[in-house]
């Protein structure tokens, strides 16, 4: 089974309607991630979170909310998605022992905002 | 502002043949550099970390290289393979992080092997 799991892979909507993207993971880290990749602009940090009770803004959070249900659990949702939220989607873990600190990626989420 | 730049945006080469990636950066102070693989529409897979003191670092047919004098690093691929077809990430981590780490990621090479 893959470490970091994340529902749905792909994902086609309208504009102005709620989306969730979920995301599990099995690695026991605390440290979970959302970025968005666009091409030509690489992965773009939305939300980090760094133990259950702790939420932060990346540096494209405007129209993104999440929530850390769980040390496992780290959803993303669009409250009223627009088409320039068309993108793919990432989450990702990270632990905190020692300086080769690897992020581990999920498979990824299409959304397509019509 | 810490940046990282890659070069070349893209890069199509023949099977068999060896390429090299670049990647400058300005981050500081400096922690480490990974280089990723991310096949299309897949998720970024590790293939290298360096840190400061370590200027080389293979993982069978990729090496990375790392001179942080000048702040540049190098991923160098032998006899490529179709397989190798991918983007490819450098991502460079700042000395006690800031806001999420202090992960800088660079926009990526995307490299097309031809058969």
């Known amino acids: 089974d893959a470490d970091v799991t994340q529902t749905p892979r792909n994902r086609i909507t309208k504009t102005g309607k709620r989306i969730m993207l979920e995301c599990s993971q099995t690695k026991g880290h605390d440290r979970m991630y959302w970025y968005r990749q666009d091409p030509g602009l690489g992965l773009r940090l939305i939300y980090y979170?760094?133990?259950?009770?702790?939420?932060n803004k990346g540096e494209i959070s405007d129209g993104y909310s999440v929530s850390r249900q769980a040390q496992a659990k780290f959803s993303l949702s669009l409250e009223s998605a627009i088409p320039n939220q068309t993108a793919l989607y990432f989450c990702?873990?990270?632990?905190?022992?020692?300086?080769?600190?690897?992020?581990?990626f999920g498979p990824g989420t299409r959304l397509t905002v019509l | 502002k810490n940046q990282v730049e890659q070069s070349p945006q893209s890069l199509i080469i023949l099977e068999g043949k060896n390429c090299t990636l670049q990647?400058?950066?300005?981050?500081?102070?400096?922690?480490?550099l990974r280089w990723y693989k991310q096949d299309t529409g897949r998720g970024p897979v590790s293939l290298t970390i360096m840190t400061f003191s370590e200027n080389t670092k293979s993982n069978g047919r990729y090496t990375a290289t790392l001179d942080a004098d000048t702040k540049q690093s190098s991923l160098h691929i032998t006899a490529s393979q179709l397989s190798d077809s991918a983007s490819y990430i450098c991502v460079v981590s700042a000395v006690s992080g800031g806001g999420a780490d202090g992960l800088t990621f660079g926009k990526g090479t995307h490299l097309i092997i031809q058969p």
């Open positions: 979170s760094f133990d259950v009770k702790d939420i």
């Open positions: 990702a873990t990270r632990g905190t022992s020692g300086k080769r600190i690897e992020q581990f």
């Open positions: 990647c400058n950066y300005t981050v500081s102070p400096f922690s480490n």
